[in-house]
């Protein structure tokens, strides 16, 4: 029961090329930055990966990104990753855009058995319809686009079908977790970690406390450890870096800047 490893390293150490990953992180809150640098030095490429968003220039999946070691990208989010946005347009990676609501439901229906369910989210765009570009090529003509989705109604309203999305691996950081596995997620860093955990066949976890079981409340737990094949403790450095990817202060007068 005891799924504590020595180090990311270890961790990392059966994930191959091509292998697909779903990472948990929003922006640069709870991203797994450590296992993410493991797989980096361990030089693991064409990757297939499912997150929110694929991290920063140079931080979190940025990292691999521009190493040219993520092959396709799921997710719902470019945001200000310039790389991520020069890659896509350029045609060197493979990327399918979602609503964030539909990818969060995606993954946890594929961590709890659903192969599909039906949303209303993207009815009547090019989500349902098809045409979104996948791919472009070199000339900026769209080399593989979406394709187009069945579409049913339910009680006069339009839902498109949606697979539910399982892993080979899933990375996930936590505040706080225990030899077998049990994690518990600080605030906002629990976004998209614990639909990941579920959604990955084989879950790594880097945790910033590490407890002995029984000393986690069950009813604190945000995700149980059944979900949770491996742990990593964290150095107090490790633990305190976290990077604030947009700063707003207020100044003086009420104004913000």
């Not at 450590?34 to 929110?52: K, P, Q």
């Not at 790389?83 to 709890?112: D, H, K, N, S």
């Not at 399982?166 to 077998?180: C, Y």
Request: aromatic share 6%.
């Amino acid at each position: 029961m005891d799924k504590v490893v020595a180090s990311a390293t270890e961790a990392v150490a059966g994930i191959g090329d091509g292998a697909s990953l779903a990472v948990g992180g929003f922006g640069l809150c709870g991203v797994p930055a450590v296992l993410i640098g493991a797989l980096y030095e361990r030089g693991t490429g064409d990757l297939r990966v499912v997150s929110n968003n694929c991290g920063l220039d140079g931080r979190g999946l940025g990292r691999l990104l521009a190493a040219g070691r993520i092959a396709r990208a799921m997710g719902s989010y470019v945001g200000d990753n310039k790389e991520f946005a020069r890659q896509y347009l350029a045609g060197e990676i493979e990327v399918e855009l979602m609503p964030q609501g539909t990818l969060a439901e995606r993954l946890r229906a594929g961590g709890a058995g659903i192969p599909a369910f039906y949303t209303p989210a993207g009815v009547g765009t090019m989500v349902a319809d098809g045409g979104l570009p996948w791919r472009y090529a070199p000339d900026g003509t769209v080399a593989i686009a979406s394709p187009a989705k069945e579409v049913r109604e339910f009680g006069g309203r339009r839902h498109v079908l949606e697979e539910g999305i399982t892993t080979d691996v899933a990375l996930v950081r936590a505040a706080l977790g225990d030899r077998h596995g049990n994690l518990v997620f600080d605030r906002a860093a629990r976004n998209f970690n614990p639909l990941c955990a579920m959604a990955g066949r084989v879950t790594l976890a880097e945790v910033e406390r590490l407890v002995e079981p029984g000393e986690i409340d069950p009813d604190a737990v945000h995700l149980p450890g059944v979900f949770v094949q491996r742990v990593v403790e964290l150095t107090p450095g490790q633990a305190a870096d976290k990077p604030v990817e947009k700063r707003t202060v207020t100044a003086r007068g009420g104004e913000r800047s």
